[in-house]
Nanobody
Framework: QVQLVESGGGLVQAGGSLRLSCAAS????????MGWYRQAPGKQRELVAR???????NYADSVKGRFTISRDNAKNMVYLQMNGLKPEDTAVYYC????????????WGQGTQVTVSS
């Protein structure tokens, strides 16, 4: 099994910054993509950012230019630097990791709350 541990969430004022971290541990031999999703109350879970094993990235239009995703393959970690935070960024943020063991398996963190005050 693979476990994901997230950190870095919290309360911040509009215009502020936060850095989310996610560490993967367990039966890991080959990691595919790593990413961050978020879900606000009453809304669907959405992709925020994704990074492949080769370093290619995708971002939701709403966060382009403000958020940056990165990874440390040696530590099996993925990060999300969030700058210029807005109240509409308030949500629970979830780490996602794809692990290849013949087949691709998805693993999710428990989520960390990010609250942006106006």
């Amino acid at each position: 099994q693979v476990q994901l541990v997230e950190s870095g969430g919290g309360l911040v004022q509009a215009g502020g910054s936060l850095r989310l971290s996610c560490a993967a541990s367990g039966s890991i031999f080959s990691i595919n993509a790593m990413g961050w999703y978020r879900q606000a109350p009453g809304k669907q879970r959405e992709l925020v950012a994704r990074i492949t094993s080769g370093g290619s990235t995708n971002y939701a239009d709403s966060v382009k230019g403000r958020f940056t995703i990165s990874r440390d393959n040696a530590k099996n970690m993925v990060y999300l630097q969030m700058n210029g935070l807005k109240p509409e960024d308030t949500a629970v943020y979830y780490c996602n990791v794809g692990v290849i063991r013949g087949l691709l398996y998805d693993y999710w963190g428990q989520g960390t709350q990010v609250t942006v005050s106006s």
